[in-house]
């Protein structure tokens, strides 16, 4: 079976067999080969790099190439069961017109993303004034892909303005662990949020 990174092990606890799934960003298409040998899933991935699409492809995985920035999914309401982004929320010109679109087209949508309310990125604005740079943001403010980085309070805000349900949520540390104080004060100690939504 296709090993997996760890977040995307957690997604793939979260869906059900035989599902139709749609991964935005879906890179070389690892997750969506995984679920397939796992949950008998069938679906598409979406991604705008080329030779990332070829590798996709030659894992069996039907990838199309689309840029996430357009905003508009050309797919009906309703279309998937499930609809993934994964580490790739925070890389988007307008998050808030593509979540829509996930809690349009799927049944459920799944994001992840790094939380910038994470205690170490406090401490180094606060101390230093300069952004942070960590292992899950190692690059400098000028040559960033990150471009909408947020807490996880900035996301239930947004999901509550748009009445998004959160039916999940888990907030992991780096090695992908739900530790004491990341199940008591999440914003401060979690590094990584992983949520799965439906619209009402």
Not at 31 to 43: A, C, W
Not at 150 to 174: A, G, N, S, Y
Request: hydrophobic share 40%; proline share 4%.
């Amino acid at each position: 079976m296709t090993k997996l990174r760890a977040d995307l092990s957690i997604i793939s606890d979260w869906i059900r067999p035989n599902s139709r799934v749609l991964d935005l960003g879906c890179g070389r298409g690892a997750l969506l080969s995984h679920l397939k040998e796992r949950h008998n899933i069938t679906g598409y991935g979406l991604e705008i790099e080329v030779d990332k699409i070829a590798d996709g492809i030659r894992a069996g995985v039907n990838v199309l190439h689309r840029d996430l920035d357009t905003g508009k999914l050309d797919f009906a309401s309703n279309s998937f069961d499930f609809v993934i982004m994964a580490q790739t929320l925070q890389a988007i010109k307008q998050p808030d017109v593509l979540i829509d679109e996930m809690a349009r087209i799927g049944k459920s949508g799944i994001i992840t993303f790094p939380n910038f309310g994470y205690w170490e990125n406090r401490l180094r604005l606060f101390f230093k004034g300069r952004m942070p740079l960590s292992n899950l943001l190692p690059y400098e403010w000028y040559n960033s892909p990150n471009i909408h980085l947020c807490t996880l309070r900035d996301f239930e805000k947004l999901c509550h303005e748009k009445h998004i349900t959160i039916t999940q949520r888990t907030v992991v540390d780096l090695s992908h662990q739900t530790r004491l104080l990341t199940k008591w004060f999440p914003n401060w100690f979690g590094q990584i949020a992983l949520y799965q939504f439906t619209k009402a």
